[in-house]
């Protein structure tokens, strides 16, 4: 079945440092992948998406791309900031699946000032 | 446009009672979805649902989960006679009917809590 495996946290990094999360996946068809950003006590806001192979997801810095030959999605910014302070999430949606989302097991992430 | 609505935030309830959760989508979202966290881990996909209908329940437990969307008001997750394990974060997520990889919106989340 399709599964996703992240970086292992907690991740800790000063302001303005580089944030590298690792995340790679397995799927039987052709999934859509996402990375999603839970703040402390909050619901999950989709971050950035990328829908076939050498697609580039962009929001706010973050930045993803979709490396089929190594199956990655991985999650990179060039200067965090502590508002980033979260739980990150990777997740697929295949396209041989009735659109349930498969999410790794999450990341928090800390930055300090 | 309000975003995913559920209610309530947090809830507790003691062994044996029941559990209602409510999810109303966001404006022109026909699809719905549940899914639950459990302490320090990922989601775990439950149920989809559109109007009436249960589209995947692949992921619900067999016994004492529940989950509809009737065709005027919210979509509920009900667990009946609830156990200390049912204790997590349940979040309910929506998606418009533009295909199989049209982005799910998340809501804040319901914490259940067993006693």
């Known amino acids: 079945g399709d599964s996703v495996t992240q970086m292992e946290g907690p991740v800790t990094l000063s302001e303005e440092a580089f944030l590298t999360i690792n995340c790679t996946y397995t799927a039987t068809g052709y999934p859509s992948l996402f990375w999603y950003v839970q703040y402390p006590g909050e619901g999950l806001q989709l971050l950035l998406k990328?829908?076939?192979?050498?697609d580039k997801g962009s929001n706010k810095g973050f930045e993803a791309t979709y490396r089929k030959e190594t199956t990655s999605f991985h999650l990179e910014k060039g200067s965090v900031q502590v508002s980033d302070s979260a739980v990150y999430f990777c997740a697929l949606s295949d396209s041989g699946s009735a659109r349930q989302l498969t999410f790794g097991s999450g990341t928090q992430l800390t930055v300090l000032p | 446009n309000a975003g995913v609505m559920q209610n309530p935030r947090h809830l507790v309830r003691r062994r044996g009672q029941e559990a209602r959760l409510r999810c109303s989508p966001m404006?022109?979202?026909?699809?719905v979805y549940w899914y639950r966290q459990l302490p320090e881990e990922g989601l775990k996909f439950m149920v989809y649902l559109q109007k009436e209908n249960i589209i995947d329940e692949s992921g619900m437990p067999k016994e004492r989960f529940s989950a509809e969307f009737p065709k005027e008001g919210p979509s509920i997750l009900r667990i009946q006679q609830v156990v200390r394990g049912d204790s997590a974060a349940y979040f309910c997520?929506?998606?418009?009917?533009?295909?199989?990889?049209?982005?799910?919106?998340f809501g804040p989340g319901t914490r259940l809590l067993v006693l």
């Open positions: 990328a829908t076939k192979a050498d």
């Open positions: 404006k022109g979202h026909s699809h």
């Open positions: 997520a929506s998606s418009t009917d533009r295909g199989l990889q049209e982005t799910q919106y």
